[in-house]
């Protein structure tokens, strides 16, 4: 599953993932660094989870990393919840 956001005819982000058994697997969402803090990335979020939802999975996972930017508050802000803490990255999860 990929998702981009387009400013004109410019990729300025973008989420992908893949569906698994029981679950679906958000490998990372990307904005351009000029991009950050405008909303871009929960945009993304918001659609790959519409898509997601038509898998009919019950829930989104995602290894969130810890750095060189600790992206955990993101998606807790978007209702994930964290589910296991390793050194580099930390498991968040939602049900869908």
Known sequence: MYVG???QQ???GIAYGFV???AVILSGIA???EYWKKGIGTK???FFEKQA?????KKIS????NSPINVVGFYEKSG??????????TIVEKEI
């Open 31 to 33: 904005v351009k660094h």
């Open 20 to 22: 698994k058994k029981n």
């Open 5 to 7: 956001c387009y400013k």
């Open 53 to 57: 939802k038509k898998t009919e999975k």
């Open 80 to 89: 994930y919840k964290v589910v296991k803490r390793y050194k580099k990255y």
């Open 62 to 65: 995602i290894g969130a990393a």
């Open 44 to 46: 993304l979020l918001s």
């Open 10 to 12: 410019e990729l300025i």
